[in-house]
């Protein structure tokens, strides 16, 4: 079993419709997780972290968290053709031996068609 | 966010010979950094990890003598792909982490090393 799990996609949403993207992880000793979008020939870059159960909101990004499932998602409202790209969750455990290490998942490519 | 370079951005080379990538954090100090490689349609594989003063630590798998690390400042860590043949040709890219910041990890453009 992998450590991150993700959808692999692609995930195709019309121009203006929200994109949900799930993650599950399996270390329940968890505690940060982050979302990264990743554009083809390009390195990650960081849209949200989420550290509490619940929801968190930046523009038109909402986190979502669950650490009793283990779950964690991200949605994009109004989105938009520049939200193609490969999304990419990430779980650090934060444990002193794995301190600072982040698990990524295989991300899930989003196309968005106009 | 925070601001983390790499250089070159792109490079190739000649099978056997030795190719350097710097990273630096521009605007906060790093105690951390980590590398990365990624081959084309893959998630990033961590490779080390590389803290200031310190000797990085290898993920298993990755020979030590081959990439060479060095972590020289707060601000600057190098990888060094030594001998370099064409199975090294990957995306690398490193990232940088304070402890100010969490576990967030900030991370460069990345370089595409073609080694020929």
């Known amino acids: 079993q992998k450590e991150v799990e993700q959808n692999s996609g692609p995930l195709s949403v019309p121009e203006g419709a929200i994109a949900s993207l799930n993650c599950t992880y399996s270390d329940r000793g968890s505690q940060s997780f982050f979302w990264y979008r990743q554009y083809s020939g390009k390195s990650p870059e960081l849209i949200m972290f989420?550290?509490?159960?619940g929801d968190k909101e930046d523009g038109r990004f909402t986190a979502q968290l669950n650490k009793a499932s283990q779950y964690v998602s991200l949605l994009i409202r109004d989105s938009q053709p520049s939200d193609s790209a490969t999304y990419l969750c990430?779980?650090?455990?934060?444990?002193?031996?794995?301190?600072?290490?982040?698990?990524f998942g295989a991300g899930t490519q989003v196309v968005v068609t106009p | 966010g925070a601001v983390v370079s790499q250089h070159p951005s792109r490079v190739i080379c000649k099978s056997g010979t030795s190719v350097k990538i710097e990273c630096r954090s521009l605007?906060?100090?790093?105690?951390?950094m980590f590398w990365y490689r990624q081959f084309p349609k893959q998630s990033l594989m961590l490779m080390a990890t590389s803290n200031e003063g310190s000797k990085a630590t290898y993920e298993q798998g990755v020979e030590k003598d081959k990439f060479l690390i060095n972590h020289a400042s707060l601000t600057l860590s190098t990888l060094t792909v030594t001998s370099a043949h064409p199975e090294d040709s990957s995306f690398y890219i490193c990232s940088a982490r304070s402890y100010l910041r969490g576990e967030t990890q900030y991370f460069g453009p990345g370089t595409r090393l073609l080694v020929l």
């Open positions: 605007d906060f100090q790093a105690t951390t």
């Open positions: 990430a779980v650090a455990r934060g444990t002193t031996d794995s301190w600072g290490k982040l698990q």
């Open positions: 989420i550290y509490s159960n």
